[in-house]
């Protein structure tokens, strides 16, 4: 049998959010009014990009299955305030779609197997949105706005670039097809003054990527591993910047790994890739 157009992709990481009262609730959270550009990532069947058009604000839809933009997305293609652009997020440049001098939002139910990397690469790129407000898995997103003592490489990246806010889970319920696991859904608001130029930030996210390389251990030892460098070197970097390397990974707030990756960065003890 013929797979429908209208079906979910696996591999793709599909599932249509059905919700009216969650999809009001998105719209709601990102304040969106008539004077607004949005920015939806995934439109798939439309459902929230309907929501958004009776706001009366325009919306630029990036949606990478064929199937959706030949199918379901059909119906309200002929709107003047929508653009449907087919194709992948994380390497459409948005400056073909969205004026450098136009502010917009971010609007979205992100895939759960891309969600991260789309956010990277849209919230780090030239054209970067005001405020996103967007689904991901709940232990994504809860990863994502943690607090210090909770702190992890998520946290740490984008809270040096952007305010974030848990606003609230969602049901498997309320997706078809249902998936496995809870949802929850953030805000991120750009920061006037972010604590690292936007030209850092592959560094700091490799960086980051050492600094929690055995987040149960110590500091000193979960440093010295990911950088691969000795203890003694590590504490005494922590000594001048007047930290306890004692501490674990998770106890550092996002400005003081943000003062520890200046520190290492000056001092070029940060790996390339390969």
């Known amino acids: 049998m013929a797979r429908s157009i209208n079906s979910a992709k696996k591999s793709l990481g599909q599932h249509f959010l059905h919700d009216g009262?969650?999809?009001?609730?998105?719209?709601?959270?990102?304040?969106?009014?008539?004077?607004?550009?949005?920015?939806?990532?995934?439109?798939?069947?439309?459902?929230?990009?309907?929501?958004?058009?009776?706001?009366?604000?325009?919306?630029?839809?990036?949606?990478?299955?064929?199937?959706?933009?030949?199918?379901?997305?059909?119906?309200?293609?002929?709107?003047?305030?929508?653009?449907?652009?087919?194709?992948?997020?994380?390497?459409?440049?948005?400056?073909?779609?969205?004026?450098?001098?136009?502010?917009?939002?971010?609007?979205?139910?992100?895939?759960?197997?891309?969600?991260?990397?789309?956010?990277?690469?849209?919230?780090?790129?030239?054209?970067?949105?005001?405020?996103?407000?967007?689904?991901?898995?709940?232990?994504?997103?809860?990863n994502i706005t943690a607090s210090r003592g909770k702190s992890n490489i998520l946290s740490s990246f984008?809270?040096?670039?952007?305010?974030?806010?848990?606003?609230?889970?969602?049901?498997?319920?309320?997706?078809?097809?249902?998936?496995?696991?809870?949802?929850?859904?953030?805000?991120?608001?750009?920061?006037?003054?972010?604590?690292?130029p936007k030209c850092l930030h592959h560094d700091y996210f490799l960086f980051l990527t050492c600094g929690f390389a055995a987040p149960r251990k110590q500091l000193h030892n979960s440093l010295s591993q990911g950088l691969k460098i000795s203890i003694p070197e590590v504490k005494d970097v922590s000594s001048q910047l007047g930290l306890n390397s004692e501490l674990r990974p998770a106890a550092l707030g996002v400005e003081e790994w943000v003062a520890v990756f200046k520190k290492f960065h000056g001092i070029k003890y940060i790996p390339k890739p390969q």
């Open 158 to 196: 984008f809270q040096a670039y952007y305010h974030t806010n848990f606003h609230f889970n969602v049901q498997p319920r309320s997706f078809n097809p249902q998936p496995k696991v809870m949802s929850g859904v953030i805000s991120l608001e750009r920061k006037e003054s972010p604590l690292l």
């Open 21 to 142: 009262n969650v999809l009001r609730k998105i719209v709601n959270a990102a304040k969106v009014d008539e004077t607004d550009h949005i920015l939806e990532i995934g439109p798939g069947k439309g459902h929230l990009t309907k929501k958004l058009l009776l706001k009366g604000c325009s919306v630029t839809a990036i949606e990478l299955d064929h199937d959706l933009v030949i199918g379901p997305l059909t119906d309200i293609a002929s709107n003047p305030k929508l653009e449907i652009v087919e194709g992948d997020a994380r390497t459409v440049d948005l400056k073909n779609f969205i004026a450098n001098t136009t502010q917009f939002k971010l609007v979205a139910n992100l895939p759960y197997n891309a969600g991260t990397n789309i956010l990277r690469s849209i919230l780090l790129s030239d054209l970067p949105p005001q405020l996103s407000v967007v689904m991901l898995q709940k232990e994504v997103a809860r």
